[in-house]
């Protein structure tokens, strides 16, 4: 395959508008690859658009969550990368700036575009059925798991990324607030780092795929007092350290409430919608020691742990996925299922143009 290639793209235009166009790919760089894209899973920033809770500009052709398989190489792509390897994409970064060249991508302030060819829309441009890249974002995924659980390679990074800074150490008792998509991988992930895992939700479903997980208990928050369960279930200790799953002032009200007396962290994974609030005594962070952590994305070392946990299976991504599979041709009906309430991550399928 040589030349223009041509390329269906999932384009946004506007709330609850959304469709399907056509346009061409350049030829590839010398350092560059061909992508036949397999599945790009629709992440809460997607959705939140359809929905008209987040500006953007139009048109925007995102999507950031996917696989897919090199079909062509530039002269200069290292042996590496081959013709049929499966790949997913670093999160964009400089490569070139201090925070890069030390190991912090997450850290990097220049923007750099990472949608290659398609100038004409914003966004990653991921909803398509060919993707141009640079070969320094490329990371290997295995090809021995389907397409839909590889596809979850960047929100694993970040997850990875928060773990590593909450700085979870064997044996201790950590609460995950939330068992959305990523509560569910936050509390795979503290397991697999040592922890006693303790999930809290109050959703029927969610409270369901919790308990599947097979971590030390789940509380059912509709029905029992969360911060009091977690006392009874730490001999009256109190949790080393609570993950924030979701982003309200409730759970944050209960997740303070939480902690153990001296020493407790707390991790605040993502953002809430609306704005939420947190009402605290910082003289209580003073006497009790009381960490605030924070984070966002993953570096690229987390990508590459994140591979790894994927092939070698020691976390369950199906648990994370709806089971929904839509083609591309189907983008603005993928969109609305994203969009309802208490639904884990739907696929686009990449090859169902
Ligand atoms: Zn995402
Ligand atoms: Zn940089």
Redesign the pocket.
Known sequence: MSGKTEVHVGVQMGPKQAEVRTGFLPEIGPDEVLLKMEICNICTEDYQRWLGLREFETPMADGHEMVGIIVEKGRNVIDAYQIGDRVGKLNA?????????VGH?S????E?RTGIGLEEYHGIKCFANYKILQQRMLVKVSKDIPATHAAFLEPLATVIHGIKKLRVRPLENIVVIGAGPLGILLAQVAKLYGARVIISELVPKKLERARSLGVSAVIDASRANPVAEVKRLTDGDGADAVIFAVGNSFAYKQGFDMLKHLNGRLLFFPAGFPKPTMDFDPNTLHYRKIEFIGTINGDNADFIDASKMLSTGLIDVSKSLEGKTFPLRDFAKALDAAATPNTYRISVDLQGI
């Open positions: 970064h400089c490569g070139a700036c201090d925070d890069c060249r991508s850290d990097c302030k220049y750099v």
